[in-house]
């Protein structure tokens, strides 16, 4: 039954196709990226967004996708921008981090290509297709206890 776990297999499955995708972000020029700084990269909207809605997003702290977002402005990926009308500021890509973004989604199509070589198609369809209704069917964020988060940051 352990082999067969199915949290145990989604976690195995979601680590091996971070380290695939992270190899492939290494080998297109990014080799300073870690396992942490996908959490960014997953959850940045293009056209800015809060670390509040990004943390949740990642399911780390706020503390901690403050910390990467940091990394992120010092290398010149992300800047603050205000909100219109507002004192609060959001998180927007630079030109450099729009360039990042689309070598990461580059590099997350490479992994799917390598990670599911075995499936067809139709079958990476169909786990899409299962994947998302069973994230869907599952509480909604603010449902959860604040002690959800994961600690992978």
Request: charged share 30%.
């Amino acid at each position: 039954m352990r082999r067969r776990n199915l949290g145990r297999l989604l976690d195995e499955v979601h680590v091996g196709f971070d380290r695939l995708a992270l190899s492939f972000l290494h080998e297109a020029g990014y080799p300073e990226m870690t396992a942490a700084h996908t959490h960014v990269l997953r959850t940045m909207r293009m056209e800015g967004d809060s670390i509040t809605r990004m943390a949740e997003r990642a399911g780390i702290s706020k503390q901690a996708m403050s910390k990467l977002v940091a990394a992120f402005e010092k290398d010149g990926f992300v800047e603050w921008r205000p909100i219109e009308g507002g004192i609060a500021r959001q998180v927007h890509a630079t030109e450099k981090g729009r360039q990042l973004l689309a070598t990461g989604i580059g590099a997350l199509s490479k992994a799917e290509s390598h990670y599911f070589h075995a499936l067809s198609d139709s079958e990476r369809e169909t786990l899409r297709d299962l994947l998302l209704r069973a994230a869907t069917s599952a509480q909604t964020a603010s449902e959860r206890p604040a002690a959800w988060r994961r600690r992978r940051a």
